[in-house]
């Protein structure tokens, strides 16, 4: 069963940061979209990174771009998200999505790719 997994959220304080990961089990994420999105209280969810793991190309949020880096370990078969200099703002559930790479898929439509699996989510809270 092909499922991923999100890790590494929690309780930090503005300023800090965190990293989250994405862990895939029962698929390869070589070929792979990958993207962060996250959703807070009575908002829409909103993407935050995506990578293409066959380059490496990446694409951010104007909100984050400075302060996030999304990465992928091959070895691992995981997607990271650093997130540093966190703000109030930044606190949601961030999820993990991927959607295999095909040729009519271009990246910088990353936000509105129909991607096919989905993780359960994991809660940031940036609060002092």
């Known amino acids: 069963q092909r499922q991923l997994a999100e890790s590494g959220g929690g309780l930090v304080q503005p300023g800090g940061s965190l990293k989250l990961s994405c862990a895939a089990s029962g698929f390869r994420l070589d070929h792979y979209f990958i993207g962060w999105f996250r959703q807070a209280p009575g908002k829409e969810r909103e993407g935050v990174a995506c990578i293409k793991s066959s380059d490496g190309t990446t694409n951010y949020a104007d909100s984050v771009k400075g302060r996030f880096i999304i990465s992928r370990d091959s070895a691992k078969n995981t997607v990271s998200l650093q997130m540093n200099s966190l703000q109030s703002e930044d606190t949601a559930v961030y999820y993990c999505?991927?959607?295999?790479?095909?040729?009519?898929?271009?990246?910088?439509?990353?936000?509105?790719?129909?991607?096919?699996?989905w993780g359960q989510g994991t809660q940031v809270t940036v609060s002092s």
């Open positions: 999505a991927a959607l295999r790479e095909r040729t009519y898929y271009e990246l910088r439509d990353w936000t509105i790719f129909p991607y096919e699996y």
